[in-house]
Each structure stands twice: as C-alpha cells, then as structure tokens.
C-alpha cells in the first residue's frame, strides 16, 4: 500500500549537500464492515471498525545520521471507524523511538508488539482481525486476560519496552525485546507484569519460516504465575497458491492450550481467496477443544483499496465457548453458551493511504 | 476556506501514466471566542471554544480508481481549545471510508451526520453554534437527550451507519442513511438505539430548498418508543441579502414540539451581518413556548479567517426553561429558572487551515 | 531542531501575487529513556516518555493577512511514548488561535503555558523534566495541587486564558495572560480557579534575565485562597559556558517556599554537559529543606536527535520528602519518606521533527 509523505521543509530547504535524506510519513488503514455473528439462537449485527485489517492512524519518519546511522520514530493509533474512537484515539498500536545502524541493529524504546506474537497473525490468512481471524478465540488466560488479545498472559503488545532488533544477516532474521513491569522494589514480587520475547525467521525466496517465544509474569493475573508461549510458523509461495501453517501453545497456572491453524491464500483475477481452518486444543481440559473455518475473498479495487467479505464458523465441544471478533468498539459478539456454535460473516471496505 | 494538502508521495513517485491522481488533506477550524451567559439574575463567563464554527481537526482523502469510480477517507474530530480537549481527541465530528461513482452516488460506512440534521444547521445564519445557534433550545426529549443535541430522540450524528448518496441528478440531491442498533436478538426490541434518516434538497442557482426526516428508536430513552423529526427550509440568495426559513418538528412519547424559524444573511464590507428569529412551540404543554433572537456580524481578516461577534436572547413563557449554548468543556451555560429569560454574548475569531 | 512543513495547496494553488504567504506546519518530539529511581530503600526502573523534553505532537500554521497582520494557530499534545497515551491524546500542551500584528503584539486565545511558568523552566539546565529537572520537587501547595506542576497555586498552563504578548521592543519583550475560573455568580467566589501572570524578559547579545508573577485564585484548593508566585531569572552565555540563576518564591495560605537554583551549560564535542544545584527552602516550617543535584550530558547525534543521560540526587533534612520525578504515565517514582534521600539516573534518545 502507497504511503503519503508529508514533504519535509528540511528537503526543500536544504544546504545543498550539508543535509541527510529526511521524512516524515503519514498514514494510516481505514476499514468499516457490515457483520453479523450468530451465537445459537442469538445474533447481533452492526458495523464493525476493520473485518480485514485494523483501522489505523499514524506518523513516522526517519533522519538519516550519515555513516548508516539512522533514527527515527512512529506513532501510530487504532481508529474506531464506526463510532469515531469512543475512548480518545491513542498512540496506542505503536509508540516509539529508535535508532539503528546496517551493522550493528536497531535499538527501539517504548510501545510495540511482542515479538512473540508476531506469527500468530503473520501465519494466518486472517491474520488477527475480523469474523476470520485468529484472534477470535483465546488459548490460556481468563476471559479479561486473553492470550492473544491485549495486554494478557501473552500480550500482542508490549508497554515500556526496551527492543533489540538485529541487523538483517543473510536470509535470518532475529529480534528481543523486554517489558519493564515498572513496579517498586517494595511490592513482593517487582517484576510482576513484566515480559520478554524473542522471534527469529528465515525467509529465502518463497518460503518463510519463524519462531516465536515469550515469557510474561501475569500482570494482570496471580503475582508470581509466570506464562510460556511458544509458537511456529512456515508459509511457502508457491505462486498460484501460498499454503501457511501455524502452531502455537500457551501455558500457565496449571493450564495449557494449543493451537494448530492451517491457510491459504490464491490470487484469483483481481483479488485474492483466503481459507483457513484451526483447531484449538484445550490440554488441561476434557471435551473443550474446538475448531474453526473461515472462508474469504476480497477484491482489489486498486492497490489501496479493497472490498471483501468473510465467512467463518467455530464449532465447540461440549466444554468450550469459543467465539468469534469483531473489531469493533460499539459492536460486541453475542456471548457463547458452552458448546454452542458461533457462524459470523462481514462485507466491508478497506481503505489504506 | 482553503484546504491544506500533504502532497502524496503516489503522485510524486507515480509511474507515468498508470496512476491516478490522489491526495490527503490536512485540514481544520480553531476557533475561541470570549462568552458571558446570563440567565435571570445569574451569570457565567469565561472562553468558549467556537462560537462560529465547532473548532475540529482532520484528514481526508480521496483516491481516483478510474472509470468514474473512487474511494475515500475522512476523519474529523472536535477540538476543546479552551483547555486542550478534555476527555481526549476522537474523530467523533466524522469517521468514514467510502466507495462512489459518478454514476451510482456514493456508498460510506462509519459514522457521519445524521441527513436528517442538516436542515437545522443549514437553514439558521448561526448555524447550530454558539450563543445564537439553533442549538441552544431543545425541542422533544430530556434534557439528558435532547432533540437537535447530541445522540438523543433526534440524533445529531449517527454512529454504526450505512449511508447512500445518490449521484448528482441535476439541480436535485438525495441521500438515506441507517444507523445500527447493536443490540442482541436476545434483547427484547433489538431495533433499541437504531435510526433511519433521509434528505432531499433541490438547488437551483440562488435557491436552495430541503426535506429531511428521521426515525430514531430510543436509544437512551424507554425501549420501544419512536421518536421523529421532520423539517423543511428554503433560503434564496438575493445577492444584497439571503433569507432563509426553517420548520423543524420532533415527537414521540406523547410529546411534541415545532420550530419556526427565519433568518438572514447580509454582506457588508468585508464582512456579513447575521439575524435570526425561532419560536419553539411546545404543542403537549400550555405556556411553555420561547422566542429567540440573534443578532451577530463577522468580518473577514481573509478568506480563511474571521473576527466575529454575536448577542442572543432568550424569551422563555412561565413554563419554559430553554437556554442559550456555548460550545466548551469546562463553559457551562447557568441553569435556567422556569420562566426566565436569558441573555448571551460573545466575541471571537476563527481561523480555518 | 527542524520542522517538517505540510505543503499548503493555499500556496500551490495561489492566484498570481493575490494570496499571502502560508503555511501548516507537522512538529513533535519523540523522547524515551530507561530510568531508575531510588528513595531511602525502595527503588523502581522502566521507561520514562521523556528524560530531556517532553514527547509531543502538535500542528500550527500562521496566515499572513497582509499590512504586517497574521493569524495563526497551534495545536500540541504530549505523548506518553512509553505505553502509547494511556489516557487518549489531547492537544493539553497547548490549543491558541491568535491574530497578531508587528505594531500591536498578538492577542491568543486558548490553553497555553502561564507566563509565570516560564522563568521556571528556562532558567535550569535540565528545564521542568526528568529526573534532573526542577520540576521534581513542589514548593508551596498539597501534593495534588503541586505548584509547577499541572494546574495547582502555581499552574504550568492556563486553560480558558487570554494572552496578550507586546510587541518586540528594542531588547524587552513582556507579556499577561488571564485565565478565566468560569464559576457562575451563584457561587460564593466566582473567581476561583481564575488566574493572571505576568511576564518580562530582557535578552541583550548573550545576556538574558526575565521577571516573572502570577497570582491563582485556588482553584483546587480552598475557595478564596490566593496563591503567588514571583520569579528571576538570568543567564549569560560566555561560548565555553553558560551559567544561569533562579529564584522562585510560591505562597499563600499561610505556606511558602523558596527556591534557588544554580546552573550551566557547557558545550563539549558534539554535545553539552549539564550541571544544576538548587535549594528548597520552607518557610513555615523547619527542618524541611531539601537539596538537589544533578548532572548529565546529551550527545547530538544531529540537531534533530540526542543521545542523553542524566543523574540526579535530592538530600532532604529530616522533615522534608521532596522526590525526582519521571515523565511517565505509568512508571511512578516510589514514595518518598520523611527525611529519606532520593537517587534517580536515566538514559534516553529523543528525536525531534
């Protein structure tokens, strides 16, 4: 997607040849659908903010130092495209500072993703948001610290983060970061809420490979639990068809859960079919795993704009109450009664500049 | 007012010929004025953050798809420039992605003004801002939801919508909109907070004349209770001076009120005087009918700025109540005394980016 | 530090000669550091939003509307780099529309800092911010209401204010600003929280000393209570060196305290070393002085990007507990008891845009 960039006075002003190569971006990804999500005999429809990707506003830029020194910054909220941000919009997707070097990495402060969640939506055709995405179903954690959601027993986001990212080496890619936990010495346990996470991939030509690991001390959950998540990914493009396929286990407190997803993607005329199917196994747990399709095709009206639509189903055993997302901040899924199963399908538009 | 353009880095970079043109528009109003409001023997100043236009800031922008067709973004939010956005930015004025035609008219998706609104603030010299706005008078519902006001029986704006601009068809417009409710079928009445508006204006050089009319479901009221407003304006521009009238009419829950309003425009200098007269008509009630009457001039510094001053008056009957508004955060209008008159004047300056 | 400008289509698009000179301009500071504080045995790390200068994001433009006359306006808001502005973003730095004339001075309106504010911060080498900054420490006021901090005796910005700035005049430049309480006259003292500061400075070659005073109407605090406070300032920059003083002084309800600060500059390679030594002293009470020290050095990667680290230390007599503070809107220093000494050090990148 074509990035706008605000035209630095720096460039146009300039001392001839005094002066690095500087910008500042603006951009962003606006995305609203109709969706609708059936939970048993309850259904709820509505406009949802993004069933394709997360709506979004930001800035960033970067000031070339000389000597392949650079620094730079981005700033980049989500946007509640249905009722126009109801909390305030946020700098709350990515906050950051850094500063990088083509020998030596980049070192990046502040708000950013874990690493360790990375796969989770690189691996998906859904990637993370909408009736299709992976996200829609938690794998250990209590209903208000979701893995795989925010800020829970294995957060998609890191606050107060410290990241290190390694200066690209052949095909291998690598990176940590750590979240401060920020609390006193005084309190029992001081690294309560804090995180580390690792991911390294490898990407020659078609395929791509990578693996993910993360440790959080429950920030939200019991002081001193501490959660493991471990999860792998590999895509092949083979041009006609991408086949991915993913695996990711959490655990904790005496709970485990794993999930094993498998897509595809296949160009078709001007857009793109996207399937996927998951099955998510509850370890601890007898008769609470369940699984979920999802089936999509989303039409490129140009290489910024896009319409789609998506269908999906979870079916849960007996035990399970899996649903599904829709990104939305006015528009909430139908709660799921154990073992109901949940079908949700959105149409929307998806708009990036 | 002239728009800022952040010049796309697609039309700077574009491959010749193969891309169309696009851009994103920075663009806003600051606007502040110095307010006093006296209701009976009770008084109140301080600066109000508009009192000629609702002081916003926000990005827009189209994308040419080709064959008539094109997609569009827009996010606008309000500004408290009195004390620096209280509770927060939000893209609450208009939060939008859309798909038009020349053809078939537009499709938009988010949240937007309600169609059936815009009579109310077209057709009144002051618009539905500051001391002489329309505004300031509620006419059906509580004080909690007034009519004409945010979110209430006669929503201002509809969030969770679907709205269909129908294709330039001559001197005639025409556009519908729905807002979803959001409720769950397990919700006795799940059509709860959904609303149906439409518009119809007829613009003929100097003439322009209007229709609009919506349906809301009680969203903050009782469930189950309609509320409609109806209304209709003309104004015809004469060249020395632009009358223009209004009747706006709301009711549900055995309630019922009219508004009668008239209103003109005269340039002088470099400037604009501005007069409006409304009587609200409680049609349920006995001697619970005011007056209104608004007097104001602005004087251009340019095209895009304006120094302006208003003074309003409030005639309410011995069981009426109504006020006058001030737009701010912190800048609340005194309450008024059943019977009392109130008093407002403010003078400001508006500058638009 | 250099600006990014929007390109303004005003100027783009301007009719030949008929249209003056514009401009909106895209600025902010993104500022990050890991800090660490110790207060007697308690101490806590994480990531400050901000160990140099505040992190912020703000758009202002300026029209010229000929004959010497301009209109401008300016939007700013801090950012909380560390976790993303847990709050929401606000243009809380500061939210002016302005018309300004070279002869007459430029009449503001809107949220701006107090020009009783300034001195406090222009005359210490680390300014209001970090663990080194002046602003760690309250001098007269509850600790919710801590003067120079936000909106306390002594308020860092004015909501609801009027400014007034003179016109440059040979050496002098002064400005007042009021800020209205907005109370409505049923109240007791309807100019609580109202406020008015002064502020005078004389800048000669290398010299520059300012005068500073303003007085609050407790807004926070008990109704009727006024608060003053009055401040010197003077630095001289010898090249080598720069040494600067302050004296600040904040009373009222039968509280004050002084403050005296001594501090320098002193550039070294590419960067500049930083020193200040300053002494609370209460009036009202004994034995509850405190001491500060601090020193740190930032490194100019560029004139838009710092590399920086600060240490700093506040000795309090046995009744005092005046602590470092942190720019963080999660990560808050340990309280501080009676008495127990304060450590604080941070290490931190900022890049300006």
Redesign the interface.
């Known amino acids: 997607m074509?990035?706008?960039?605000?035209?630095?006075?720096?460039a146009?002003t300039a001392a001839a040849g005094a002066m690095?190569q500087?910008s500042?971006?603006?951009f962003?990804v606006?995305?609203?659908?109709?969706a609708r999500v059936s939970a048993g005999?309850?259904?709820?429809?509505?406009?949802s903010?993004g069933g394709l990707s997360s709506s979004r506003?930001g800035?960033r830029?970067v000031?070339d130092?000389?000597g392949g020194?650079a620094?730079?910054?981005w700033?980049e909220?989500g946007?509640?495209?249905?009722?126009?941000?109801?909390?305030?919009?946020?700098?709350?997707?990515?906050?950051?500072?850094?500063?990088s070097s083509k020998s030596f990495g980049e070192l990046r402060?502040?708000?950013d993703k874990s690493p360790a969640y990375l796969n989770v939506e690189t691996f998906d055709p859904f990637g993370d948001i909408g009736v299709g995405g992976i996200n829609g179903a938690n794998l250990v954690g209590s209903a208000s610290s979701a893995a795989g959601t925010a800020e829970g027993s294995a957060p998609k986001?890191y606050?107060?983060?410290?990241g290190y990212i390694l200066p690209k080496m052949g095909d291998f890619s690598g990176q940590v970061a750590y979240s401060?936990?920020?609390?006193?010495?005084?309190i029992a346990n001081?690294s309560m809420g804090s995180g580390i996470a690792l991911r390294g991939s490898y990407t020659a030509g078609p395929l791509n490979v990578a693996l993910g690991w993360g440790k959080s001390r429950g920030g939200t959950d019991a002081v001193g639990v501490d959660y493991k998540s471990t999860n792998f990914g590999a895509s092949y493009n083979f041009g006609v068809v991408k086949p991915m396929a993913l695996f990711a286990t959490e655990k904790g407190g005496n709970k485990r859960v794993d999930l094993f997803g498998f897509g595809v993607t296949i160009p078709l005329g001007a857009g793109e079919l996207r399937a996927s199917y998951a099955m998510f196994k509850d370890k601890n747990a007898s008769n609470a795993d369940s699984k979920k399709l999802a089936l999509g095709y989303g039409y490129n009206?140009?290489k910024?704009?896009q319409?789609y639509g998506t269908i999906a189903r979870m079916t849960n055993d007996d035990g399970a109450k899996r649903g599904l997302a829709m990104s939305s901040s006015?528009?909430?899924s139908?709660s799921v009664a154990n073992g109901a199963n949940v079908t949700g399908y959105e149409f929307?538009?998806?708009?990036s500049?």
Request: glycine letters at 14%; aromatic letters at 6%.
């Open positions: 074509k990035k706008q960039t605000l035209v630095a006075i720096a146009l690095a500087s500042v971006t603006l962003g606006v995305d609203a659908s109709v005999s309850v259904d709820v429809t509505g406009l903010s506003l800035f830029g000031e130092l000389g020194l620094a730079g910054f700033l909220g946007l509640a495209v249905d009722n126009g941000t109801g909390g305030g919009f946020k700098f709350d997707r990515r906050s950051t500072v850094s500063v402060l502040g708000r986001r606050s107060n983060s410290v401060f936990g920020e609390k006193t010495s005084a001081d009206l140009s910024r704009t319409v006015s528009l909430a139908p929307g538009v998806r708009h500049f």
